[in-house]
């Protein structure tokens, strides 16, 4: 299986998770989360949408039951001096209409001693997550207007 959202690679490891991911069903999310049928959006800050279209890469185990979902942002533009108040980055979220889907596990990378690239990584555990994660990449690339192949 190939699945396409911008720049997309599906390779097959097996590993263990060992970052902290979590799925937030719509019915306990933030009200933010929970508005009615809102475009699938990533955010850094809460409430406030991350225009730079991420690379991303999947990766999924031979046994199809645990997998990784890779955010690569080239100078996303929560880092931008002028967009706006400076507040803590505690994860990556992914909202949509079903909910949010958060990963904790976010790292920058400096060049010249200022933060350009980000990467975000979602472990996905079961089926059921993996599952809910193409959901979200297939509404997110809908709403920006990207192709999302599966083959």
Not at 28 to 46: D, G, H, L, N
Not at 57 to 74: E, N
Not at 108 to 118: C, L
Request: charged share 20%; net charge negative; aromatic share 8%.
């Amino acid at each position: 299986m190939v699945l396409v959202v911008h720049i997309l690679a599906l390779a097959f490891h097996v590993g263990s998770p060992a970052r902290v991911s979590r799925v937030v069903p719509a019915h306990v999310s933030t009200p933010c989360a929970r508005m009615m049928a809102r475009a699938a959006e990533i955010q850094f800050i809460k409430g406030i949408d991350e225009t730079v279209v991420p690379d991303i890469k999947l990766t999924r185990s031979k046994d199809g039951l645990t997998g990784t979902a890779t955010f690569i942002f080239q100078q996303p533009s929560f880092l931008e001096a002028t967009a706006g108040p400076q507040e803590e980055i505690t994860g990556m979220y992914m909202v949509d209409e079903e909910g949010e889907i958060v990963t904790t596990d976010v790292n920058a990378k400096f060049i010249n001693g200022k933060p350009r690239v980000v990467e975000a990584v979602f472990i996905m555990q079961n089926p059921p997550t993996w599952d809910r994660v193409m959901r979200f990449l297939e509404r997110y690339a809908e709403s920006h207007g990207l192709g999302f192949n599966s083959a």
